[in-house]
Each structure stands twice: as structure tokens, then as C-alpha cells.
């Protein structure tokens, strides 16, 4: 039977949360069961320890997800007291942690949604030499969260063109087709 070609152990929700994903990262790499094993998360919790952790573990490729590199929007979207210096700090000492340990690996994609702003480039300045990758994704056809509307959290009183968005909306959902999610 074949590989995978990448586990993602990730949904809905902050990875660095399960107490035992640098396990989960390590029983995954030791059986050999997929290519590429990813995580993605949002840098909060990526600590010295987390990341020595997940390093050792055999992670191979990770995706942090940045809201704002400005503190008060940062901080409107994540409705948290978590700093775009914090998470900043966070994957700069994980890029030296792994540097210093003489590993490749993971790659460290570094990623916000466009905002249509100067802060892209703010973003791209800020990450552009700790990060293996920078990029700014466009927004997506996602489902909202409780009804909310992450565009309007996203872009608040902005007048977005969600048809420019979204070019091809999607009345069934085509993710189960091609992926499999176990919670």
C-alpha cells in the first residue's frame, strides 16, 4: 500500500493545543505512513520547548498563519491579547532553534490573507528573512464561523467585491472528495 502524500494535523483550531502533537508528529514519521507531515497554527504557543519538540519529532513542513503585524487589528480579529511581536518572537526563535540544531527541517511558510493594504508589504519586510517562505493568500469560499462574516472581521467597513473574492463559489462543498478528516 502507498504513502500518503501529506498528513495535515490540523482543523478548525490551534495544533499547538494537543498536549501530545510532537507524539503524534513522531509515531506518524516512525511508521512512515506519508510523505510530508504538516501542521499549521498560529504561532501563539511555539515555545522553545514546543519547537525543540516538533523538530525532533520529524516534522516536516510548517505553515504559520499570521492575522496582522499591526497590534490593534491583531488583536480585533484574534480577540486575544497575543502580539504580532509575540508570534514574530515565536517563529524567529524557532527558525534559530532549528538552525541551531542543524536541521532543514521543517520548512517554515510564513502566510497572512491579502488585506489589501500597505500591510502586505509590511507583512513580506517583516518575515522575509526568518522565514524559508512568505506568501499572502487571497481570501477563500470558507464556510463562517457561527454565522459570523469573517470578510466583514477581515475588512471591517471596507466595500469588498466578494464576487472578485470568490470567483468560483461553490454550492457543495468539493473537500471530501479528495480529503479525509479525522477529528
Known amino acids: 500500500m502507498g504513502k500518503l502524500k501529506s498528513l495535515k494535523l490540523y482543523i478548525r483550531g490551534e495544533s499547538l493545543l494537543h498536549k501530545n502533537i510532537a507524539q503524534m508528529i513522531e509515531m506518524?514519521?516512525?511508521?512512515e505512513i506519508s510523505e510530508r507531515i504538516e501542521l499549521t497554527t498560529n504561532a501563539s504557543l511555539l515555545t522553545e520547548e514546543m519547537s525543540k519538540e516538533i523538530i525532533k519529532a520529524g516534522l516536516d513542513y510548517l505553515r504559520v498563519s499570521v492575522y496582522s503585524v499591526y497590534k490593534d487589528r491583531q488583536a480585533y480579529i484574534t480577540n486575544s491579547k497575543i502580539t504580532p511581536e509575540?508570534?514574530?518572537n515565536n517563529v524567529k526563535n524557532f527558525k534559530n532553534i532549528r538552525d541551531k540544531m542543524k536541521k532543514i527541517k521543517p520548512f517554515l511558510q510564513v502566510k497572512t490573507l491579502n488585506t489589501f493594504?500597505?500591510?502586505?508589504?509590511?507583512f513580506k519586510e517583516l518575515y522575509k528573512n526568518i522565514a524559508d517562505?512568505?506568501?499572502?493568500?487571497e481570501p477563500m469560499n470558507w464556510n463562517?464561523?457561527?454565522?459570523?462574516?469573517?470578510?466583514?472581521k477581515l475588512y471591517p467597513g471596507k466595500k469588498?467585491?466578494?464576487t472578485n473574492l470568490f470567483p468560483n463559489l461553490k454550492k457543495i462543498c468539493p473537500i471530501p472528495f479528495y480529503s479525509l478528516c479525522i477529528n
Not at 28 to 31: G, Q, T
Not at 117 to 122: A, G, Q, R, T, V
Not at 144 to 152: L, P, Q, R, V
Request: proline letters at 0%.
Open 28 to 31: 506518524a514519521n516512525n511508521l
Open 86 to 88: 509575540d508570534i514574530y
Open 117 to 122: 493594504s500597505k500591510e502586505n508589504e509590511d
Open 133 to 137: 517562505e512568505v506568501y499572502i493568500e
Open 144 to 152: 463562517d464561523f457561527e454565522n459570523s462574516d469573517s470578510i466583514e
Open 160 to 162: 469588498i467585491d466578494r
